[in-house]
């Protein structure tokens, strides 16, 4: 990479960063506003989800957070097999320094043990890079940034579980589903979106599970199994009435995303990731020069 | 919609029922797991609390000229100063806690005794309430607690929120957890194989 790329790179990254931060996508805008439809006028709901859309309009016109905990950063992204992965991963790592000195970002990662501050969101594990070299001259870059309230909810179920009566099939996997979404309550900053993974290692299953949330909210599994399951788990989910923040109503959920994946005879994992309704998600392509061509969602 | 004005007062609180959606003004202190636990342990801060609100947060506030001003400000989880929180209510005569994700069984039990309520945030709508702040008035413990966790006095005018727990012995938490616990074991019942 040369100098002039790498300039136009960065300056590409922080522009994704900046629209993650304070821009939702438009099919989470598009939901939140039929979820708030759907309460009743005057309702709890029905308040707390005007003040969630009028959050959101701000945020996008004062380009600031959307929400104090600007969360995880985590980048899956394609780039041109030609670069060389060290240095894509530098460029990524200095964005998100220059975005945290904007403001886009807050200062939030510290160090496990001494609870030091890194004040840059660099360190182990920060931000989490899904690098993958493909043929093609372009990035296809993806960004989501989680919060720590929601992905505090989120839970993993090894089946059989005898607490929940779930057994190893998929009206198993179902009852892991309602009763994730049942112990999250108001906690994950609810309307939320869960992204599930049945199947998979402990690790493999986090990690599908929020690779779920890449999907627009209102696309179709192609599995018939999965989008039916999806969209049984989202209407039962929503008649539990917890509500928007938990303060009871008919939007509990807006929407459920399931993977799968196979697992060893011994085990059978469900794992669940819960997304507060501050989905931030975005995602463009960018020229290997640097030129951001067209957004993604 | 229920106006509030703070400080409040112990009639105006013990009107308060869960679920009601109140507009708060007047001043409120910030305060998180550092102030909790340094109230906890005895000491007083150098504005009264009595009557006074605690909010639950850790605002990003920067200084402008000489000037603090607010950039965001949501509410954080209030669970974690449940330990600490019934004791602070008593002590310094707080009349409301606001927060996100409510509180326990001792808050609960708190509020309802020395009358004070908790008032819950909209998590998240960092941009809605830090308009909702006009003024940053003072601050304390700056350099003891740091920016996030000091002691921040703010003047907010009609900051949103909902009663979760009133001083009659109410909690919206745990009224909602059981209704959706027994609409859990109705569904699980209909689950077929
Ligand atoms: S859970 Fe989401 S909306 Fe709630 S405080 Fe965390 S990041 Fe913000």
Redesign the interface.
Known sequence: MNSTQQKKLLEAFIEIIRKTSTELPKDVIESVRKGHGAEDKGS?GD??LG??Q??ID??KL?S??????TGSILFYIHYPKKLEHDAVAKVIRKAVVAATKK?YL?QNSVDSITGKNSGTNVGPGSPTLHLEPWSKDVFEVRLMLK?G?CE?VGVQYSLPDGR??AGR?L?GV??CI??AV?QA???G?GPGILGVTIGGDRATGYLTSKEQFLRKLGDRNPDPVLAKLEDECLV?AN????GP????GKTTLLGVKVGVLNRLPASFFVSVSYM???FRRQGATVTSKGEIKKWLY | MIELTAPLNEEKVRSLKV?D?VELSGIVYTGRDAVHKWLHEGNTPPMSFKDGVIYHC???VLKKGAKWVV????PT?SIREEPYQAGIIERLGVRAVIG???MGEKTRQACQKFGCVYL?A???????LA?AIKEVEDVFGYEQFGSPEAIWQLRVEKF?A?V?IDAHGNS??KD??A???A??AE??TQ???
């Open positions: 709890r308040y707390a003040i969630i009028k959050n701000l945020a004062k600031q957070p959307l929400c104090q905990d403001g807050r919060g309230g505090n929940i009566g099939d009206a179902k009852k309602l009763d049942y309550q108001g906690k900053c039962e008649q539990l009435g917890i923040m938990g303060f009871g507060c309704w501050a | 679920g959606m850790g605002p990003v950039t965001a400000a949501g989880t996100k994700g409510g819950h909209i998590g998240g709508a960092a941009q809605v308009e949103p909902v979760t919206l938490h909602m957890e209704a959706s616990s609409k859990l569904l699980y689950i077929k194989k």
